[in-house]
């Protein structure tokens, strides 16, 4: 009796403890959104936004256990380039259950405290239809949301299945999840990863689609200061199928991409990576291996780099809405970008940054890999000689490093397994590409393009204020100009 007692005694002071701080946690919900609402807008306003966001919440009402609100962000400028009016709004329900032990987490299987869980869905307005009928009505994402008395926030995101289709493209996939946990409000430190499955992408004008049974995304972000973000992504489409009226051309393991922002060795610039890969390319059971290729910017100043995007897309926006066939005319679009570059690039230069770009293509016998290195230059700070041929590039260029390494068996197996996947037996195969490669290098060494012996074709190139070493020859710009002049004629 004594222990019936205790343990009923020991239920209710949870009880009261809960509905207690469960009161505790709703009041406080009301003045926290309105304490986020305005720190947004007053950020939004420092920033001169060009599509004037402003947040707003509404339809506030609280339980002993729940609340429930709507969270609405504007554009009150509106974006024509974009097809945004303005006064267009995107509305959010969120539907809050308050902690201690929210219930909506005690659903989940989640028993530990927490300040409270939120579901956070899509509301169909007039922005928001084109997702709604993509989605075949239903919300097109739903976030749950649990945040913990230590700060920290996980999120799942639940993608519904949909369809989304422009003049020319289909993309459509079965839904997915993502999962996002980090501190605060996920703006300094935040990690991501889920996918969508089974993903179809066609096109109308023919009958190419692309199968994949998966995309997946990696992320991981981390806020330094108030102007530089480091961190990397990881995106992957899985098991790829290119098919062609119902014959599937090729097929490819995964196509990856990877994003990487870090700090450069002196911790006030950042160094960019953009790489993409292919694992095993596969053309009718043959592999012919797999590949890489990146785009590297070391040494950028993130200040500068903000400045580039904000001011260039405004301008670029700004002639669009003025000019509406600009977007038609892909060499008027072109001249202007260009322009708008060449205005706003000085400020990146003054950082000396350096622009890598690495290739690799490996099989079974090794890999064939090449180098491209250029260190851009402070015109400010330049060093070249007035008037001479070199001039304009010696102004924004301190030198240029080119290499490529193609070794022979390397090639050759390439070679051959193309000539298998066409239908040629082994032995054909392998006459024929030895014969192929054969040709190719003796062309590239006669017109001296290359250098060969027993084991690799090579190319290597270095300038730098006038001066060229080609493939081990030391030679001026002008010489090295009338070299190509002659492959011209």
Known sequence: MKKSVVAAGVVVALGVCWLGSAWYTG??????VADFVSSFNQASKAKSS??????????????????????????????????????????????????????????KGHFGPAMAAMNVSLVNGEMTKPLFDASKGHSPIDANIRASYDKSIATQVVVAPASYSDTKTTFSFDGGEFNVSGENSLLTDAQINGQLKNIVISQDSNDVKIYSDSMTVTSTGHKVDENITVGQADVSLNNIRVNANGKDLVQINAFTGTTALALSSDKKHINY??????????????????????????????????????????????????????????DAMGEVSLKLLTKYIANIQKSEPVIKLPISWKNDKGEMTGNVNIAIADPAKAKFTAGSLTESVDQNVKTITANIMLPLDVITYTAKQVKLAEGKDDAAAQKQAEKEVKNATMLGKMMDVISVDDKAAKLDFEYQQGKVVFNGKEMTAEEFMARGGRFLQ
């Not at 060009?50 to 729940?66: Q, R, V």
């Open 27 to 32: 009041k406080q919900i009301e003045p926290k």
């Open 50 to 107: 060009k599509m004037g966001m402003t947040l707003s919440y509404k339809d506030f009402s609280s339980g002993l256990l729940s609340s429930h609100f709507q969270v609405v962000l504007t554009f009150e400028h509106g974006v024509e380039a974009s097809g945004i009016k303005a006064g267009q709004n995107i509305a959010f329900n969120v539907d809050v259950d308050h902690g201690p032990f929210p219930l909506s987490s005690l659903a």
């Open 273 to 330: 990576t953009q790489e993409y890969g292919i694992k095993d390319l596969i053309r009718e059971k043959q592999n012919l291996g797999s590949g890489k290729f990146a785009l590297v910017l070391e040494n950028l100043d993130p200040v500068a780099l903000r400045e580039l995007f904000t001011n260039y897309n405004a301008e670029l926006s700004k002639a669009i809405v003025a000019n509406p066939a600009l977007g038609e005319d892909e």
